[in-house]
């Protein structure tokens, strides 16, 4: 009986190389707004200043995130059945309400079924990042190119998602 077997030093030096890089995804902000959050019944008008949605964001209080985050992609999706665009802003901020980091502001055009949009976030000069608490988002309904005013009777609706996708190291 004879056996044979095939070996290979191992080369150890290749564990210095390997790097970890876990992705963390997560929901962030979802709402819906319809055609009352944009009108006021009382006096028959539209409503013109932003309506504002503050919702906590706690990953970043782990000193693990902190320490390791290299990059956050923001993704938001939007779907706009009024026939207005909107403006929307989207800032991140710190426990005493100072942002921290802002998106560039976004315009979601009239009925919009499929509005998509995503930035990313280095980390690396952008330190203060890491501080935020909370997320603001601001829609701020844009006027009329006619002069119409909504009609409350009309089922209108905006639904708003967005999500975070974090890279860290390791």
């Known amino acids: 009986l004879i056996c044979f077997s095939c070996s290979k030093q191992l080369d150890f030096s290749q564990v ?5 890089a876990p992705i963390v995804e997560s929901s962030l902000v979802f709402f819906t707004l319809n ?7 009382i006096n028959s008008i539209e409503v013109t200043s932003p309506i504002n949605d503050v919702t906590g964001f706690s990953i970043l209080q782990s000193k693990f ?3 390791n985050l290299i990059e956050v992609d923001f993704h938001i999706e939007v ?3 009024f026939d207005r665009d909107f403006n ?4 991140f901020l710190d426990a005493e309400n100072v942002i921290t980091y802002a998106l560039t502001p976004i315009v979601i055009n009239k009925n919009t079924q499929n509005f998509s949009y995503n930035e990313s976030i280095p980390i690396t000069g952008n330190q203060d990042f890491l501080r935020a608490t909370k997320i603001q988002v601001s829609i701020e ?5 006619d002069g119409a005013v909504l ?3 009309i089922e209108q609706k905006l639904e ?3 999500s975070g996708t974090f890279y860290l190291r390791v």
Do not use: A, G, H, I
């Open 151 to 153: 009609d409350p009777s």
């Open 160 to 162: 708003f998602k967005s």
């Open 65 to 67: 995130v902190q320490n």
């Open 16 to 20: 210095e190389d390997l790097s970890l």
């Open 141 to 145: 309904l844009s006027p009329s190119s």
């Open 79 to 81: 779907r706009n059945q």
């Open 35 to 41: 055609q009352f959050d944009f009108f006021d019944e």
């Open 88 to 91: 929307v802003s989207v800032v």
